[in-house]
């Protein structure tokens, strides 16, 4: 049975989670690769000040790569790789966001 495609716009809005059931953040935006037409990256405001405290501040966000979401539904699941997430000193690019 295969499901209705959705819009990618119903992504926005939706709640981050590890596997692990640790909050990460709220969809803001989705990053698409145009030529392949398949999105590449989701884009997150709301963080948990836990997981990103060391790297972002104010207003900033991230973007998570989509490969490593697991599962998308009323919230979205990705892998548990942000919690052991690498405290390096990534600089932010000129929008504020930090790549990971």
């Known amino acids: ?11 926005v809005g939706r709640e981050v989670y590890s596997n692990n059931g ?6 803001e935006d989705v990053r698409l690769d145009l ?4 999105v590449t990256g989701l884009a997150l405001a709301q963080l948990n000040h836990e997981l990103f405290a060391s790297r972002v501040e104010g207003n900033t966000g991230v973007i998570l790569p989509y ?3 697991r599962a998308v ?7 548990d790789i942000i919690e052991r997430f690498d405290t390096g ?3 932010p690019d000129a929008e504020g966001e930090i790549e990971i």
């Open 1 to 11: 049975m295969n499901a209705a495609p959705e819009e990618l716009t119903s992504l």
């Open 22 to 27: 640790v909050f990460v953040g709220e969809i």
């Open 35 to 38: 030529d392949a037409q398949a």
């Open 67 to 69: 490969r490593w979401v």
């Open 73 to 79: 539904g009323d919230v979205v699941l990705i892998n």
């Open 89 to 91: 000193s990534e600089e």
